[in-house]
């Protein structure tokens, strides 16, 4: 049931608690961006811990909960083995209030797989609960703690905790977590040491090249099986490339890679992608968003998209490209072996003088479904020959991104056209 953004407060949960009374095939219940507050979940709970209750789910993010919360929630826990997910991020449940919900996980009769804690005002002193609870639940799966001020320390000795639990943990977000690089050999420990990890979200932390070049050594470690790598604005420059490199060509395990704001340049990318050209290297997205790229490094990128039949989406925006640069992206999105179905070139300073060549691309190749162009001075003339490509029934696109594109009133009459026209196409303005 999903009942996010609904505007309901406390007085809505008497209804919702009878709901979940008298529906035991009940599974997902989703409550999202609303004001329950702390006397909602008391009421939500008398639901929650019938006998005939068998929710799976349940989402509380940005409810407006305080620790006051987390007595309750502990009590559910305790209560329902039937619980897998809970997920209650942008709440001020704060260290002590998670710290009460760490004893509901450590109960025999709790089977939580994921718990989602972002925004949560934590701070260092909760990992000694948390380590306790991942010793004691071998169950749990997925822990999220991204934007709580945990620091280096705290972090290395929630590291030390994963690599001694018993627990398969697949997913591990700590993003804008006050990280270093003095955190990154633990982190680095949990990858050689965790082969049931697959994500690992580290973005927005000051890693910095030194902590990029210890993460490689567990990525490259023959337990490491990751999949996810999400490395956004750490304060990476060129001298990363190389470490990363020889994880692209290395690790046929690596599918998606997050490198936004990072300061790799062109001749960072151009060993990335000469690593993307390795057989081994099984990568389906790559973001790169905001990297200091130029046209300089497009032949390099071209010829990537040339040869790597496994890369589907790649997001390249907010780069000096120019013209110049997509023209020659073109040419390798238009060779055979090239799989893209999404591809991002939002504020590249790209013009109407690079349109014709973008509008055959997506006549062209039936696999692109997803084209941003967001942000850049493409004029009328420039919209009109994406409009006609769009119109062409080999055109196979599902999504064209149009933002912040100024048009006049003949485009408009355009656009509304192609709505009845192609309604299987969405245009994002």
Sequence with gaps: MGL???NLSSNNCKDLSSIIHTNPSLKELKLNNNEL???GIEYLSKGLLTPSCSLQKLWLQNCNLTSASCETLRSVLSAQPSLT?????DNKLGTAGVKVLCQGLMNPNCKLQKLQLEYCELTADIVEALNAALQAKPTLKELSLSNNTLGDTAVKQLCRGLVEASCDLELLH???CGI????CRDISAVLSNKPSLLDLAVGDNKIGDAGLALLCQGLL???CKIQKLWLWDCDLTSASCKD???VFSTKETLLEVSLIDNNLRDSGMEMLCQALKDPKAHL????VRECGLTAACCKAVSSVLSVNKHLQVLHIGENKLGNAGVEILCEGLLHPNCNIHSLWLGNCDITAACCATLANVMVTKQNLTELDLSYNTLEDEGVMKLCEAVRNPNCKMQQLILYDIFWGPEVDDELKALEEARPDVKIVS
């Design 37 to 39: 507050g702390d006397a």
């Design 284 to 287: 389906q997205e790559l973001w």
């Design 4 to 6: 996010d953004d609904c």
């Design 174 to 176: 700590l993003e804008n």
């Design 180 to 183: 270093t690089s003095d955190s």
């Design 221 to 223: 470690h023959p337990n």
């Design 244 to 246: 990363l490199s020889r």
């Design 85 to 89: 997910e809970l997920h209650v991020g």
